[in-house]
């Protein structure tokens, strides 16, 4: 997997690529990341990649020609390689676990970091193949979003982490999803998981759900009940509580 990223701070990116798991990962030759400066592809003294927004409007936007070049050179070489051009935008579509996966199939993902209020709207009209967001909040830049996907992608990469714990993060994050499910249509309130014996996949996987807590059957007791605005058992949980109280 090759990662290339256009950026006009790529100092930004030297610390954490060169720490853990994508240090040891790049070793390896799992995955390669070239950091790009936009500025390159500038052709006045001031090396200038922003302008004012046509129309008129606050602040400053990334303009087209840098970028323009930019993907034509890198995408120049290279190609029969299996590329995509990410943009991170607020516009985007949120990036998930599903995401993550379509992505890592990829040979190559180049990834447009915007600063200042964005990009000319005809990058993400003409220029690439999809814009993807983070979350519905405001950063400076592109710069974290790229860290966050190569981070996850990464982790994804045969090799790069031990197969026992990715086996264990994919189920875990399909308990979640399934536990987020149930637990959606309970609404607002606390949520006691009852266990009829202790599960590490399961509390692993609700560790981080906000009022979500789990305890095995054999330890359940009133105040418990009193404590939580609702129980989530499944039916072995009954058969473990019966025999308790039979004793």
Known sequence: MRFDILTIFPEAFESYF?????????AKKLLKI?????????????QTVDDRPYGGGAGMIFTLEPIFKALKDLKKHQKQVKTRVILFSLKGKKLT???LEQLKKYDRLILICPHYEGVDERVAKYLVDEEISIGDYILTGGELPAMILVDAITRLIPGAIKEDSLKEESFSSLLIKNLKLKIKNFGDGSVLIALPEMDKNLILATRNLANVETIQAKDLNALDLL?????????ETIKVIKETFKK
Do not use: G, V
């Open 97 to 99: 676990q599903k995401k």
């Open 18 to 26: 060169n720490t853990s798991i994508i240090k040891r990962a790049q």
């Open 227 to 235: 404590s939580f605005k609702y129980l989530l058992m499944p039916k």
């Open 34 to 46: 070239n950091i790009f400066n936009l500025r390159k592809w500038t052709k006045d003294k001031h």
